[in-house]
Every structure is written in C-alpha cells, then in structure tokens.
C-alpha cells in the first residue's frame, strides 16, 4: 500500500512538474515555434532558425 | 563606426591531439572488451599467466574505456568547444600540453600496472596511490585550463554547454579526491581510509557518480555543442536545458546506493538512493527529449549524414539507459537484475551506444574541420554505423536475456521452499551460448570501429592540419568581473545563496536552528518571488544573470553536487564505525584478520576477485538460503573492518562472504585454484596456478598491520610487534600446509596459494556477536 501512495504521489508530482517545464518552455517560443533564447549564436558559423514558412 | 579587428587563432593542435589519442585509446578499450568477453566464453584465454586473467583485464578494459577513450574524447571535445563557445583562444598553452602529456602518461601507467595486479580493488578506482596523486593534478591543471580561459572569454554569457563542463570538473574532482582517500603502506599499496560499508557507499558514490559527471554530463555538453552544429538547427529548447542541467547534477548524486540495494546498507540509504534514481528519469528525458528534438526540421539529414546519424543514435541509445537505470533502481527489479549481466547489458548500451557513439559522431564532424579537407568515405562511416548498431543490440539482448535468465534461475526454489532450485554451475551453464553472442557483438562493434579509424586516417592524410580563426573586435572588454567576489553580488546569486544557506540549517540544525532554518527558508524563498515579480526584468533574468557570473555559478555548481553527498556519507562516516553501536552493526562485528589471512586477502585484491565474486549475502530468500550457511543475511558488522569492502557488482561466480562455512575443506580450494575445471568442467574461473609457486613479501606485514591499526582495526598490540605477526603467520602458514600435505598436496608453507587458502577458509567465522552493552 506505501508502494502504492509513492508511486502515485511521485507520478502525480512528476507529471506537475513536466507540465511546469512545458508551459515554461512555451511561453518562451516565438510565433516562429523556436525558442527565442536557443537562437542567440554558439559561434560565428553557428546555425541559426531556418525563416518561418510565408503563407501563400 | 568601424572598429578595427583582430583574428583570433583557435588552438585546435591540443583539440587534434586528444583526438588521435582517443581514437588509438578507443581501440584499445574496444580490444579488451572482447578479449575478456571471449575470456568468459572460452576460459582458456586466460592462459594460466597472471597479466593476462580475467581478473586483472577487466580493470584495464573498464579504465581504458573510460579514463583513455572517452576521457580523451571529452577533452577534445571540450577544448574544441568551449574556445568556440567562449569566443576566445585557450589560455595557459604550455599547461595544456601538461594536461594531454600528463593524462597520456596515466594511462600508459595504467595498462603497466594493472596487468601487475597493482590495484585498490575498486571499480573504476583500481590505479594506486601515486597515479591517484598524478590523476588529481592533472585533473587541476585541467580545471586551471578551463577556468582560465573562462575568465578571458569574449562572449559575456555561457552556452549551456560550458555549463556541463564547469559542472564535470568541478565534481569529478570532489568524487575522485574522497573515493580515493588511502593510507599508503609502500609506494605500491595502500588501504583507503574508509571501511566496510563506509567504503561501500563512498566507492558507490563515486562510481555511480563517474557514469554520470565523467560519462555522463561532459557528453552532454558535447551534446548541447555539437547536435546543433551538425543539424544546422538551434537547440531545441534552452528553458528545457536550464531545468536538464540543475535537476540533473542535483539529483544524479544522491543515486550512488543504488548499487547496494538489498545489501547490508541502511535501509534510510537505499530508500533514497531509489527515489532519487526515479526521480532521475525527468531530468535525463528531458536532456534527451531536447537533444532529439533539435532535429526538428531536419529529420532527412538522419538518412544522408552520418554525423547526424551516430548522434541521434547516441542520445536516443541515453534515452534507453536513462529508462533502464531507474527501473533497476527499484528494489524489486534489483532483486532479480542484481549481480546478474543485466546490468552489464545496461552499462555497455550506455558505453558504446550513448559514448561510443557520441565518440564517433563527434569524430566524423571534427576530423575533416580539423585537418581542412573532407570525410574519406561517407559510406563506410555508414558501414561503421550499422556494424556499430548491430553489435550493440547483439551485445545488449544477448546480456538482458542471460541477466534476466539467470536471475530468475538464481531466485528460483524448490517446491517448498527451502532450498535453492537450481546449483549456480547449471544457472552459468544455460548462459554461455549468450556469452558467444556476446563476444560476436563486441566484435562487430570492434570491426565498425576500425572501419571508423581507417576512414579517419586516410581524411588526415588527405588534408592539413589547420587552426580555427575567429575575427573579433580588437577592444573587445573581457567578460568576466574585475573584482573576484564581484560576480556575487546580484540578487540571484544572494537570494539562491540564502536560500540554500537556510535549507541546510533546517535540515542539519538541531531544535531551535532547525526552526530557525525553515522560517528563514520560507522567508527567503518569499523575498526571492516577490523582489522578482516586483522587477521588471523578471524571472527570465535571474538565470542570465547567473550565466555571466562564471565563478558564483561554479559555486552553485559545487553546492548542488555536495548537498547529497554529504547527507548521505558523513551520517554513514559518523555512524556505522567498527566502535559504534551494536544495533547499527547489527549485532554481529567483524574481527580482524590474522597476518597469514591478511596476506591472502590482499592477494584475492591483486587477482581481481571482486570482478566475479561478491561478499555479501542481500535480504533475499534466495540469496540466504544458498550462501547463508544458516547465519541468515550478511549484516553489516559483518564487514565493517574491510578495506577495500569486497561487496562486489557481478555473481559470475558465487557469493563467497561465507565461503569458509560453506566449503572448509582446504584441498577443495586448492585443486580448484589450480585448475578450477578439474573439479567443475563447466566452470569459466581463470586457473590460479602461478599462486602455489609465488611467495609472500612477509617484510609488508607489519606496515600493514600498523596501518589498519592506525585506520582503526582493533588489532592489539601484542599481536601487532613485527616478531608476533611472523610468529603468527609462520604457524598458520605451517598448519595449512600440513593439512594439505595430509591430503597429499605439496605446498610451500610461504606459498600464495597458502594464505588465500587461509583466508577463504576464514570468511564468515571472522565474526563475533555483539551485544548494546559490548559497543563503546
């Protein structure tokens, strides 16, 4: 039974915490989808977000 | 306003240095590794001479796989990118060719004295004493090397990748300086400081620790670098990288008892170290998650690129041992997967999947750059591939199904219940056709790796070595603070320092101070929200501002790391001592071993035996009713004199921590020494004949003894003079060799046959039983 109650306490907590990373990480993407810190440069010939699809 | 610049020159001769070393080094541990997989499954290999048995290949196969392959790739990979990252050439030329001479000259100190049987008898900690010293300098001129450039760099905030890096130096060095804590008795031998199960949690806190701060998080950086570059993609998330690198260092360290569930190990210890093993799971998913889904966009590169292909590999294969780790974390999977090739299944799929692979990804991007040309052959890396994938999943299946198989045999009863249902020998003998699979998958693996060095070679001898240059502005201000302790000085910084400072007081403080602590706590963590959400630059600043500050954030580093350390080793130091108290010892103590025993055991060290055999009898019905001789479970008074503890990691023979009950009969031991398949044709043990001809050194003995006593060993001093430890040993000596000769063996009473004999046959009786009133 205490199996049973960390198991799920832990579930239930991880699943929170995913969903807080989740909703963290969305609120820092662009319309573009990327996140808008992962485009700062690694270096100068560093790869950088390819430009959003133009609607037609 | 044009400004004038300067060209900045990249030290890419130290990044191709540590290349080739890792590449000639891979192929050396790669070797190995088949030879002692074929050693298994053909135990003729062993050939009857010490420098080429099981027991003292494996530590060379497992250091050379570690330390020489994989840590010269994460220096080169390192040194590559942080230059790049950092926008700035490496600092301190001269101390990083100290650096790759120096870790050169280790290993080649290795593969000498390992062979020897020069050994601590820890995993992936055997090397001794002196290398230790050599290893913790070379480490620091690493970290001089790296922190230095650190604090020239031109590009104010850190990549995540650097992250990783100051993550690794800073905690490889802390796990490698407690793990090897040792008294020396001569310039070859030493004792570590720690015992019995002290030593069990120490040695599995560092090694634990050195899969994921030397296996584990330097690869990810390399991950966080060269991923992006190779897909031509930013990182997928840099929000995911920040909770993956702080979760992950934080919880990875508290994982290390893990390795001794069931065992003699307090159950507070194994609690946690199970918990945090599954709480493990988010953070390494969420690393791998944001690794794979950087391809996002450029999926198509994964059937045309093999650069692209190793790496997705890679990182998927880290997504398979993240899942595997944590399932084996719990204590009833650990029942059955414990002891058994599961777990090397489990270790290789991490190897040669998530490093090997990372290894040759990581190689097939930089060689070509390094060197101005392009890849020989495209095709044959991707023979490479496929050769490298086919024998990994021949190596990883073929050891699930032999762990898993064995496992169940092992556990298996009689109808009743009161006996073991199967003899070990039968559950060894049902396992040997996955042994060839085995050896047959590490030679695959073997065979893409040399496609892999050939293809290199011929790009090397296709191109010219040639140096990264980078133009800059030439008033470019260096990041880094003027003052020392003026990067502390932000509200990040003090309000996670305060914060940090006031958990540790609730948690270690007693009464009003634990109160204290948990107030201030509140108070701080309250302070913390509000002056963020009252600021306008908001809680996005708060880890940027932490990223320009290199040094306050290596410190966080270090707090993250040693906050699980410590509150698991230093209650275990304070606690569970040889003096401490009889219901922590659990009421039995173990009593030292005489000079002759002595002798015999660091002889068991030197041959490796721990590499087959464990001394330690888990809480398991099965386990007790095979191995427990009627004494139930080993407790863990049982061992609590042993340095190094020989609790071991792998059954591929049987638990012996009773052996002297279970098998008193002396000549027994020696016919089987001797030629271990004249009493068992089915038996895979290495023959020991070369111990009935070596001599003792008994002039060591006393340094030794006074050593243990000096480390605590309740030996007395009557007993410990030089002419009584002799007096001790020639008569028990000449007592064994006697019996032997009673059964028709001759054997010289200084023989090394004779004191491993000796202390064989004393496992289990040393102990005596202890009541509350006894202890202190």
Redesign the interface.
């Known amino acids: 039974m205490a199996a049973l109650a ?1 198991t799920v306490f ?1 579930s239930v907590l ?1 699943a929170l ?2 969903a807080l ?1 989740f909703l ?2 969305q609120r ?1 993407r662009g319309e573009d989808g ?7 440069p ?3 010939d ?5 430009p959003a699809p133009k609607l037609p | 306003m044009n400004e004038s610049t300067t060209t900045i020159r990249y030290n890419d001769e130290i990044v191709r240095r540590f290349t080739l070393a890792s590449i000639f080094w891979g192929v050396a541990g790669i070797l190995f590794g088949v030879f002692i997989a074929l050693q298994l499954a053909f135990p003729a290999l062993n050939f009857g001479i010490p420098y080429t048995s099981f027991g003292r290949l494996r530590p060379l196969h497992t250091n050379a796989a570690i330390f020489a392959f994989i840590g010269n790739m994460m220096f080169a990979g390192v040194y590559y990118s942080s230059q ?2 950092l ?1 700035t050439r490496l600092a301190c030329e001269f101390l990083s060719k100290v650096h790759f001479w120096g870790w050169q000259f280790i290993i080649l100190l290795a593969a000498i004295t390992l062979p020897l049987g020069l050994t601590r008898g820890k995993e992936y900690a055997e090397l001794i004493w002196p290398i230790n010293i050599l290893v913790a300098v070379i480490w620091v001129v690493f970290g001089i090397v790296f922190f230095t450039t650190l604090a020239r760099r031109r590009e104010r ?1 850190l ?1 995540v990748a650097i992250w990783f890096y100051i993550g690794t130096i800073i905690t490889v060095a802390l796990l490698y300086v407690v793990n090897h804590l040792s008294l020396p008795t001569s310039l070859l031998h030493s004792y570590p400081v720690f015992s019995g199960v002290q030593d069990a949690l120490v040695q599995w806190w560092y090694g634990h620790n050195a899969v994921a701060f030397f296996l584990t998080t330097p690869i990810l950086g390399i991950m966080y ?1 060269f991923v ?2 190779a ?11 920040i ?1 993956h690198f702080w979760s992950l260092i934080f919880l990875y360290i508290w994982a290390g008892p893990h390795h001794l569930l069931n065992t003699a190990l307090p159950s507070w210890l194994q609690g946690l170290g199970m ?1 945090f093993s ?2 493990l ?2 953070p390494s998913w ?1 690393g791998m998650l944001n690794g794979l889904l950087t391809l996002r ?1 450029a999926w198509d590169k994964l059937r045309t690129d093999p650069v692209v292909k190793f790496m997705a590999a890679a990182v998927t294969f880290y997504g398979m041992a993240t899942f595997e780790g944590p399932l084996l974390s719990i204590k009833a999977v650990n029942a059955l997967g414990h002891y058994t090739d599961w777990i090397i299944g489990h270790v290789h799929a991490g190897t040669l999947g998530w490093n090997g692979f990372m290894a040759a990804g990581m190689f097939y991007w930089l060689v070509p750059r390094l060197w101005g040309t392009k890849l020989h052959s495209e095709r044959l890396a991707n023979l490479h591939f496929w050769l490298g994938m086919i024998g990994i999943l021949f190596y990883v299946a073929s050891m699930w199904v032999a762990g898993i198989g064995q496992g169940l045999s092992l556990n298996e009863l009689t109808a009743d219940g009161s006996a073991p249902a199967n003899t070990f020998i039968e559950t060894l003998k049902n396992i040997i056709p996955m042994y060839y699979l085995r050896a047959l998958g590490g030679g695959l693996y073997l065979v893409g790796y040399l496609l892999m060095v050939y293809n290199l070679v011929r790009t090397i001898r296709g191109g010219v070595a040639t140096d990264g240059t ?2 800059v502005a030439e008033a470019a201000p260096a990041a880094a603070p003027a003052k020392a302790f003026a990067g502390f000085l932000n509200p990040p910084v003090l309000f996670t320092l305060s914060i940090i400072v006031m958990v540790c007081v609730w948690l270690l403080g007693q009464g009003g101070w634990s109160t204290f602590g948990l107030v201030g706590a509140i108070i701080a963590t309250l302070a913390t929200i509000a002056h963020f959400e009252l600021n306008s630059y908001g809680w996005k600043q708060w880890h940027e501002e932490l990223l320009h500050n290199a040094f306050p954030f290596a410190i966080l580093s270090l707090i993250a790391v040693a906050i699980g350390g410590s509150l698991q080793i230093i209650p275990t130091v304070a606690l569970y001592r040889g003096d401490g108290d009889a219901k922590l010892l659990e009421g039995r103590r173990q009593t030292p071993y005489r000079p002759l025993e002595l002798a015999g055991r660091d002889i068991y060290v030197r041959e490796g035996c721990y590499n087959c055999h464990s001394q330690m009898i888990r809480t398991l019905k099965p386990d007790i009713l095979r191995y427990g001789a009627g004494q139930g479970y080993s407790r863990l008074g049982e061992s609590i004199y042993d340095r190094p503890f020989q609790w071991g990691s792998r059954r591929t023979g049987p638990d012996l921590a009773r052996e002297g009950l279970l098998r008193p009969d002396l000549a027994w031991h020696y016919r089987h020494l001797n030629n271990p398949r004249e009493l068992e044709p089915d038996s895979i043990m290495p023959a020991y004949p070369w111990l009935k001809d070596g001599q003792v050194d008994r002039s060591q003995l006393f340094g030794k003894i006074s050593a243990l006593r000096t480390l605590g060993v309740p030996y007395k001093a009557e007993i410990s003079t030089p002419g009584a430890i002799q007096a001790d040993y020639e008569s028990q000596s000449k007592e064994i060799a006697k019996a032997l000769a009673d059964k028709g063996i001759k054997v010289s009473a200084d023989a090394e046959m004779v004191a491993l004999l000796a202390y064989l046959s004393r496992l289990g009786l040393n102990v005596e039983p202890i009541k509350t009133e006894d202890a202190r």
């Open positions: 960390l832990f991880l915490l995913a990373a963290w990480d820092n990327y996140d808008r810190d992962s485009l700062r690694l270096d100068d560093a790869p950088v977000a390819p | 790049r990252l926008k905030s990549y670098y992006p570059k897909v031509g993609r930013p990182v997928y998330s840099y929000r995911l990288s909770i918990i599954l709480m799971w988010a969420g966009g980078l133009q």
